[in-house]
């Protein structure tokens, strides 16, 4: 009974076991999976390699996993110029599927293994695939997958010089376009064809195809087909002596390569272009377009283009007499094209290479090269012939045989027919017989395959349709989602302000009721707290709604450090931890990023860091790293194991729901400052060890700019705050309270003001009085900036204006400088570059104090603009039922300017939005950032009533 208990035990043991084993093996495949995924996100190419290589390795790795990964890191390879690797990987990818026999992988191997060696300049090697690609595809591909390998098979022909075969794999690819291909298809092959005529010197009709080509290429808004098409009619012109016309087409093409960044058609090009200009005898350009086309094939790692550039270099080498150099690169040029199997350009090279000979004294070297040249030329010149008489000579043969064998079967079948005429006709009937049933039978399995055809494609319509539907459903959703976080957000702040408001108050009353003080404290600072996971929910939902925007400034990365040192100091005071700011930077290191949100993100990982620490010590270390700036923030607090660490970056989660219970959080701060850190182009990991610590990497790309331009500008004399001006400046501005502002200021300084509220009268006001400098903002009604300067200058004011706008873009300020203004002021203004454009436009009065500061009370002017933001707001809302889209975007940057230079930055943040929007009519945008400008206008007025802008 005992041993009975004791087997039934060990069975139930062993299944639990099996249970277990099998759950690994099903998280295992699960985080292959994952790692797989993950090769793409790594840093370089060395390092997805090693990942790769470890990968396939793995003992788990299943097959259809080693297929899927070994393609990718081919496509990788490929994408990233490096073709003898991703020959390799589908190379052994041919290998792993061969043992399978599964026919479609094997083709996409061998196919690819083509493409690659095409790119690479190995054009013998690139038809010998296509050719086995042909086949594989012929048995079990469709037919347009046919015809893109005939396309593919009469380029490498093309690039060999092969035309006959190259022509005849174009017209075939050709028939089945026709047939299954589309509008592309038909342009891109009529563009592969007129490669041939051109190499047949048949240039009258390569121009025809070639006009067609770009007609279509045009219609298709295909920028890389029009460049191939207009580069093909440059060489025609080129070899038609139409040589004007020529360069033109060739330096479109080139212009679009540029752009694109294609190395090695730009390669081509300048190589076509330095022979135009050889021909033309502008030896001096021709050397700049020979270097280009050189250097640009040594960076495409190209053979080909390198051997056309390296014979085109021979030649300029030759016309201006350095034989040395052109006998060089012309057997440089012969080498390259006998690897590649280019007997063409290898035979005009060895004619430039018999030239520099004989130019050098070596008439015999000369003359055995030119006997092989001549020997070459003509093998190459009656090839094509010498196949056409061959193949019509073995159609005739074929033909004669075909007779004498028709005439026996012939005599053969009439003796036949005398001896067993009976015999036929009941065989005949017999077969009449089962043709029909057999008819039968295939005209019933007919009508089956077409029912259940019909079938399919009706239940695969109402499939798709209803995957459609759930996917309208799934984006509505999330849009609807996002707008709610938004507008609920924006809700709650308005009781939120209420709350804040009082509670600051009944502080400040009850200073010395210490029975009071206690709650109020606790309920302010929940408050807050709470205002800050709203702030955290709108930034996500911005992002989420594509609305946030990055504002790209430069700063020293040094004064970075010590505000989020001088910010953190007494937290970490408070826990008796140590605060370690470990600075490995050069000095000084100045960068452009977006200032605040790089520090958002830094406060949001030193503050979990702080919160989840009770005793040791709390680091941040700021060091360059590979292309960018890495950021190290690390911890002996109560670490993570990894499951946990899976989830810290996903929305509302935290390590586990004790972290809510003992810690608080909402769980946004992680997944929020990842999603910035995306935004800026970089990445944040982490790493954990249970009651060990944390640590995180938050790295940016950037460049390090150019210290000794910031040396030298914070070297430079500076102007004392307190200095004193003579002379008039005009200011123009149409919002009545920064126009107060701006002239309080300049009074202040010792300059006489005068002030317009639009640019009308300010042109009247300046022609009438002449002053010393003019402060011009941009938008203003009536008449704008632009228009503005334009009369001013037209009617002969020559004096210094300055643009004064909230538009601090760099393409805008670059706009302002060409148009004609003498410099640009951003609102709100910054009283020290006032200063600096006062000095250079001004002279200084006399009688300049020589101690104190200039201090502006703006609380007049402030108030004065927070009791307008009612009307703001109803303004907005008679502009969005008018439908009236320049009406809004003209008062979203009234708004913005006055806002900003108040103070009111989240009201200026979003009008600044809100104009963006209206400018590049992304229509989809409007109603959210209308309903969210509204709201917030409502908020700070209703703030200022309580006088809390400052909390």
């Given at each position: 009974m005992a041993l009975r208990n004791t087997c039934c035990m060990l069975m139930v043991v062993l299944g639990l076991s099996?249970?277990?084993?099998?759950?690994?093996?099903?998280?295992?495949?699960?985080?292959?999976?994952?790692?797989?995924?993950?090769?793409?996100?790594?840093?370089?190419?060395?390092?997805?390699?090693?990942?790769?290589?470890?990968?396939?390795?793995?003992?788990?790795?299943?097959?259809?996993?080693?297929?899927?990964?070994?393609?990718?890191?081919?496509?990788?390879?490929?994408?990233?110029?490096?073709?003898?690797?991703?020959?390799?990987?589908?190379?052994?990818?041919?290998?792993?599927?061969?043992?399978?026999?599964?026919?479609?992988?094997?083709?996409?191997?061998?196919?690819?293994?083509?493409?690659?060696?095409?790119?690479?300049?190995?054009?013998?090697?690139?038809?010998?695939?296509?050719?086995?690609?042909?086949?594989?595809?012929?048995?079990?591909?469709?037919?347009?997958?046919?015809?893109?390998?005939?396309?593919?098979?009469?380029?490498?022909?093309?690039?060999?010089?092969?035309?006959?075969?190259?022509?005849?794999?174009?017209?075939?690819?050709?028939?089945?376009?026709?047939?299954?291909?589309?509008?592309?298809?038909?342009?891109?092959?009529?563009?592969?064809?007129?490669?041939?005529?051109?190499?047949l010197l048949r240039y009258e009709k390569a121009e025809t195809l070639l006009l067609k080509a770009?007609?279509?290429?045009?219609?298709?808004?295909?920028?890389?087909g029009m460049a191939l098409a207009q580069a093909n009619l440059g060489v025609i012109y080129t070899q038609t002596d139409r040589l004007e016309e020529a360069r033109t087409f060739l330096q479109r093409a080139a212009d679009y390569y540029e752009a694109a960044n294609d190395v090695t058609f730009l390669s081509y090009e300048y190589t076509n272009l330095a022979r135009v200009s050889i021909v033309l005898g502008e030896f001096e350009r021709a050397e700049v377009e020979a270097n280009f086309a050189v250097y640009y094939a040594e960076k495409s790692e190209n053979l080909e283009s390198m051997a056309q550039a390296l014979h085109i270099r021979a030649q300029l080498d030759f016309v201006q007499g350095k034989i040395v150099s052109a006998i060089e690169a012309a057997q440089q040029s012969v080498e390259i094209s006998l690897k590649l199997g280019g007997s063409l350009l290898a035979n005009q090279s060895m004619s430039i290479l018999a030239l520099a000979k004989a130019a050098q004294g070596d008439t015999a070297q000369a003359l055995s090269i030119m006997i092989e040249y001549n020997r070459v030329r003509s093998k190459l010149l009656n090839q094509a012939l010498f196949k056409e008489s061959e193949k019509y000579q073995k159609q005739f043969e074929e033909g004669e045989l075909s007779q004498e064998l028709a005439k026996l079967k012939q005599a053969q079948q009439l003796q036949e027919l005398k001896s067993h005429q009976q015999q036929q006709l009941i065989w005949m009937g017999c077969l009449v017989v089962i043709f029909a049933l057999l008819a039968s039978v295939a005209w019933y399995r007919r009508s089956l395959e077409r029912k259940a055809k019909l079938d399919l494609r009706h239940e695969v319509a109402q499939r798709t349709a209803e995957l459609q539907k759930t996917a309208d459903q799934l984006r509505n959703a999330n849009q609807i989602k996002s707008q709610f976080l938004a507008n609920i957000s924006h809700e709650i702040r308005t009781p939120l302000t209420a709350i804040l408001g009082?509670?600051?108050?009944?502080?400040?009353?009850?200073?010395?009721?210490?029975?009071?003080?206690?709650?109020?404290?606790?309920?302010?600072?929940?408050?807050?707290?709470?205002?800050?996971?709203?702030?955290?929910?709108?930034?996500?939902?911005k992002i989420e709604a594509e609305q946030l925007e990055l504002e790209m400034t430069e700063f020293n990365v040094e004064a970075l450090l010590t505000d989020i040192t001088d910010m953190f100091h007494h937290p970490c005071m408070e826990k008796s931890l140590e605060l370690i700011v470990d600075h490995r930077l050069e000095t000084p290191y100045w960068v452009c990023l977006d200032y605040v949100r790089v520090k958002q993100v830094l406060i949001n990982l030193l503050s979990n860091a702080i919160k989840f620490t009770k005793k040791g010590h709390v680091e941040?270390?700021?060091?360059?790293?590979?292309?960018?700036?890495?950021?190290?923030?690390?911890?002996t607090g109560i670490g993570m194991p990894v499951s946990q660490l899976e989830k810290?970056?996903?929305?509302?989660?935290?390590?586990?729901?004790?972290?809510?219970?003992?810690?608080?959080?909402?769980?946004?701060?992680?997944?929020?400052?990842?999603?910035?850190?995306?935004?800026?182009?970089?990445?944040?990991?982490?790493?954990?060890?249970?009651?060990?610590?944390?640590?995180?990497?938050?790295?940016?790309?950037?460049?390090?700019?150019?210290?000794?331009?910031?040396?030298?500008?914070?070297?430079?004399?500076?102007?004392?705050?307190?200095?004193?001006?003579?002379?008039?400046?005009?200011?123009?501005?149409?919002?009545?309270?920064?126009?107060?502002?701006?002239?309080?200021?300049?009074?202040?300084?010792?300059?006489?003001?005068?002030?317009?509220?639009?640019?009308?009268?300010?042109?009247?006001?300046?022609?009438?009085s002449f002053p010393?400098?003019?402060?011009?903002?941009?938008?203003?009604?009536?008449?704008?900036?632009?228009?503005?300067?334009?009369?001013?200058?037209?009617?002969?004011?020559?004096?210094?204006?300055?643009?004064?706008?909230?538009?601090?873009?760099?393409?805008?300020?670059?706009?302002?400088?060409?148009?004609?203004?003498?410099?640009?002021?951003?609102?709100?203004?910054?009283?020290?570059?006032?200063?600096?454009?006062?000095?250079?436009?001004?002279?200084?009065?006399?009688?300049?104090?020589?101690?104190?500061?200039?201090?502006?009370?703006?609380?007049?002017?402030?108030?004065?603009?927070?009791?307008?933001?009612?009307?703001?707001?109803?303004?907005?809302?008679?502009?969005?039922?008018?439908?009236?889209?320049?009406?809004?975007?003209?008062?979203?940057?009234?708004?913005?300017?006055?806002?900003?230079v108040f103070g009111f930055t989240a009201i200026a943040d979003i009008a600044k939005q809100f104009e963006q929007a209206l400018k590049e009519q992304k229509s989809a945008q409007y109603q959210d950032l209308f309903l969210i400008l509204c709201d917030e206008l409502k908020v700070q007025a209703y703030s200022e009533q309580f006088d809390v802008t400052g909390v």
């Open positions: 099996f249970q277990a084993m099998a759950s690994v093996v099903s998280n295992e495949i699960q985080t292959l999976e994952q790692q797989i995924g993950n090769i793409a996100h790594l840093d370089n190419w060395q390092e997805q390699k090693m990942a790769a290589e470890q990968l396939l390795n793995h003992p788990q790795l299943q097959l259809k996993q080693r297929f899927s990964l070994l393609q990718n890191m081919g496509n990788t390879a490929f994408s990233l110029g490096r073709y003898n690797d991703g020959i390799g990987y589908f190379k052994t990818l041919e290998l792993a599927v061969e043992e399978q026999g599964d026919p479609l992988w094997l083709f996409k191997a061998i196919k690819m293994q083509g493409v690659g060696w095409y790119h690479a300049g190995g054009f013998s090697a690139a038809k010998i695939e296509y050719e086995r690609a042909l086949i594989l595809a012929k048995n079990h591909s469709p037919a347009i997958e046919v015809a893109h390998i005939q396309n593919n098979l009469g380029l490498a022909y093309l690039k060999l010089h092969d035309l006959l075969n190259a022509l005849s794999s174009f017209t075939e690819a050709h028939s089945l376009y026709q047939s299954h291909g589309n509008e592309q298809d038909e342009a891109d092959i009529i563009l592969n064809i007129t490669g041939v005529y051109i190499r770009i007609k279509l290429f045009d219609k298709l808004s295909d920028g890389r009082y509670s600051e108050n009944m502080l400040r009353e009850n200073q010395h009721n210490v029975d009071l003080q206690e709650p109020l404290e606790v309920l302010h600072r929940q408050g807050v707290h709470l205002k800050e996971l709203i702030s955290d929910v709108l930034d996500l939902s941040l270390i700021a060091e360059p790293s590979e292309e960018g700036l890495l950021f190290t923030v690390s911890d810290i970056f996903d929305y509302f989660q935290q390590g586990d729901n004790s972290i809510t219970r003992r810690f608080g959080g909402s769980g946004l701060g992680l997944s929020l400052s990842q999603q910035l850190a995306t935004m800026m182009g970089g990445t944040i990991r982490a790493s954990s060890e249970l009651h060990i610590g944390s640590r995180f990497s938050f790295w940016l790309p950037c460049q390090r700019l150019n210290a000794s331009h910031y040396q030298t500008v914070s070297q430079q004399p500076s102007i004392g705050v307190s200095a004193m001006f003579s002379g008039e400046v005009l200011v123009a501005e149409d919002h009545d309270d920064n126009r107060v502002l701006f002239e309080r200021i300049l009074v202040q300084l010792g300059v006489k003001v005068e002030s317009a509220c639009n640019g009308r009268e300010a042109v009247e006001k300046c022609l009438s010393d400098l003019v402060l011009m903002d941009i938008q203003m009604p009536e008449m704008d900036g632009l228009e503005a300067l334009k009369l001013l200058r037209q009617a002969g004011y020559e004096g210094p204006v300055y643009a004064l706008t909230a538009n601090v873009m760099e393409h805008e300020i670059s706009y302002y400088l060409e148009y004609g203004f003498a410099g640009h002021l951003s609102k709100p203004i910054e009283h020290n570059k006032l200063v600096s454009v006062l000095h250079s436009e001004l002279d200084e009065a006399c009688d300049t104090p020589s101690h104190g500061e200039i201090s502006i009370d703006m609380t007049d002017l402030r108030q004065s603009f927070a009791s307008t933001l009612e009307q703001e707001r109803y303004k907005l809302i008679d502009l969005w039922q008018d439908n009236d889209h320049d009406g809004l975007q003209y008062h979203c940057h009234k708004i913005a300017g006055a806002a900003s």
